[in-house]
Structures are given as C-alpha cells and as structure tokens.
C-alpha cells in the first residue's frame, strides 16, 4: 500500500510508520503458554517464527497452502470474521481438479467455485475435510501438513504465528530431512542443545542424533537465512 494509504489506518500524528505501531501491538501482545514449545524459534534467522498481524478486507484471504518446514499454526481473530476451509495430508489435490488458488474472482472466487464438489466429496467419504467460521476472539490451530485455505468475510484482523511442535516431527521428519535437507540439519542441533527440558519423543531424539552431518546445498529457502551456522558447523562447504 502506499505511505497515504497506510496514514489512514495509523493514529493521528504518528509519523514513524510502521515502526511505532507494530512496537504497541507487540507490547500487547504474548505467546498463548499452551504454544509455546516451538523447535522453529531455535534456528537461527528463521524468521518465520515471528508473530504476523493480518489485516484485509471482505473476500481477500489466502489460498490453498501447505505451511512449509513440518509447521503448524494458529490465527487469532481480533475483529471481523473468516472462513476457513482445511484438508487432510496425503490428499490428491490433482484428482480433486484444485490448481490455480487465484481463479475468477480471486481466493472467494475460488471458494464459490470449489468448496460445493469438496463438500460432496466429504460427505461420500472420499475426502477428509474441515470446515468453520472464525469470529473475534476465536483461534483457529492448522496442523502439520494439513492444506488449508481461508477468506475474510469483513474486515478481518488477526494475529498468527508458525510453529514446530515437537509431536508434528515424530511423523513428518523424515519427510522435512528429504525435501529440506540443510534446514533439518541446523534443526537436528537445535534439538540436540535442549535435550534435556526438550518435549520431544526419545524416537525424535534418536532421529535427530543419528542425523547426518552432511546436507547438500539446497535452494535459498532450504537455507532459510542460515548459510554461516551451516558452513561453521561442517555441515556446509
């Protein structure tokens, strides 16, 4: 948005945009205790593990996804209302016809051209899919690898985050070593540090010590920020 744009939403006279707002809201703002065992906000210049302020108007939202790197995640409705559409991991997008998530009419378009077929697939029992409506003062939780996608009915506000629960690796490590090898390796560390108040599962423990100490060079969002930790450890050249 523009810098007059955004002077519409900001207090009147506040001239450091964004910075002094997004300073307020974080000061009113802490971790719910019941999330707070997060493995992404040990790896270094993750920066995912941040919390995330959304604001949007009536039909924008975001499309059907996969939160990357085995994390989960939650929303937080401050105002407004959402509608949330979620499908389990494992499902065939491909057999379900579901490509383009911007089709007319954007991420509502593709709700009024898509959810219908999904809901009949449900309730044949073809198909494992969740559905609800968010309102202000709900928290909506995305497991690992579910797919999920969801509009703003109003203006909507709310706050999330990404984790990665310890309980999500004991089932989706093997997939994050294969598909994000150099990020599993500083993750692997990260886990070998905090062994001992560590809630992870003594099987995750074992993975994470018998994980390799060499990882080819992924792409740059495999590395996600963190090439010198990499290459300090061996696990880089």
Request: net charge neutral; proline share 7%; hydrophobic share 45%.
């Amino acid at each position: 948005a523009s810098t007059s744009r955004r002077r519409h939403i900001l207090p009147p006279g506040c001239s450091q945009c964004p910075t002094l707002l997004s300073a307020q809201l974080l000061g009113d703002y802490a971790l719910p205790p019941f999330l707070d065992d997060d493995l992404l906000a040990l790896v270094p210049g993750y920066e995912r593990s941040r919390v995330v302020w959304f604001l949007g108007g009536a039909r924008t939202g975001s499309g059907l996804h996969v939160d990357p790197v085995a994390t989960s995640g939650w929303n937080a409705c401050l105002c407004g209302s959402k509608r949330w559409l979620m499908m389990s991991p494992g499902t065939d997008l491909a057999a379900l016809g579901l490509g383009d998530a911007t089709a007319r009419g954007g991420i509502a378009g593709w709700f009024l051209d898509h959810l219908p077929a999904l809901q009949a697939e449900a309730d044949a029992g073809r198909l494992t899919l969740r559905e609800c409506i968010q309102r202000a003062g709900e928290l909506v939780y995305v497991p690992c690898g579910w797919h999920h996608a969801v509009v703003n009915l109003e203006l909507s506000c709310a706050i999330a985050h990404t984790l990665i629960a310890p309980a999500a690796l004991d089932t989706h490590w093997a997939a994050l070593c294969a598909r994000y090898p150099a990020f599993s390796c500083v993750l692997a560390g990260a886990c070998r540090s905090r062994m001992a108040p560590c809630s992870c599962s003594p099987a995750l423990i074992g993975a994470c010590v018998a994980s390799p100490g060499k990882c080819s060079a992924g792409s740059s969002d495999q590395l996600i920020g963190c090439t010198p930790l990499l290459r300090a450890r061996g696990v880089l050249a």
